[in-house]
């Protein structure tokens, strides 16, 4: 089992940039992808980005492909979602999430289902 805990939400303008992280315990995080995902007022969960247990593929939503970049660092345990050009309708809770995938370079977010631990979730803000 492993336990996920995000951080670095807040309140930005647009335009501006946020860093979240999702720091992983537990277990070792090479065993898992990692997912973000989202969830704004009034809206459905949406898939953002994933990472794979390799490291060596990402895959973005459409919304967010060319703004956010997400990336791990194994020996922290931890992944980063470092978001840029921020727009008000990026404004969410955020939830990273860690899929046990038998496959090394393979990941996906079509699907909150694939994933077996979620963190608490850290909001996000963006103003206009």
């Known amino acids: 089992q492993v336990q996920l805990v995000e951080s670095g939400g807040g309140l930005v303008q647009a335009g501006g940039s946020l860093r979240l992280s999702c720091t992983a315990s537990?277990?070792?995080?090479?065993?898992?992808?990692i997912g973000w995902f989202r969830q704004g007022p009034g809206k459905e969960h949406e898939g953002v980005s994933c990472?794979?247990?390799?490291?060596?593929?990402?895959n973005y939503a459409e919304s967010v492909k060319g703004r956010f970049t997400l990336s791990r660092d194994n020996a922290k345990n931890t992944f980063y979602l470092e978001m840029n050009s921020l727009k008000p309708e990026d404004t969410a809770v955020y939830y990273c999430?860690?899929?046990?995938?038998?496959?090394?370079?393979?990941?996906?977010?079509?699907?909150?289902?694939?994933?077996?631990?979620w963190g608490q979730g850290t909001q996000v803000t963006v103003s206009s």
């Open positions: 999430a860690a899929d046990k995938t038998r496959y090394p370079n393979f990941c996906t977010v079509s699907s909150r289902n694939n994933y077996d631990y």
């Open positions: 537990g277990h070792t995080v090479r065993s898992y992808a």
């Open positions: 990472i794979t247990r390799s490291g060596k593929s990402t």
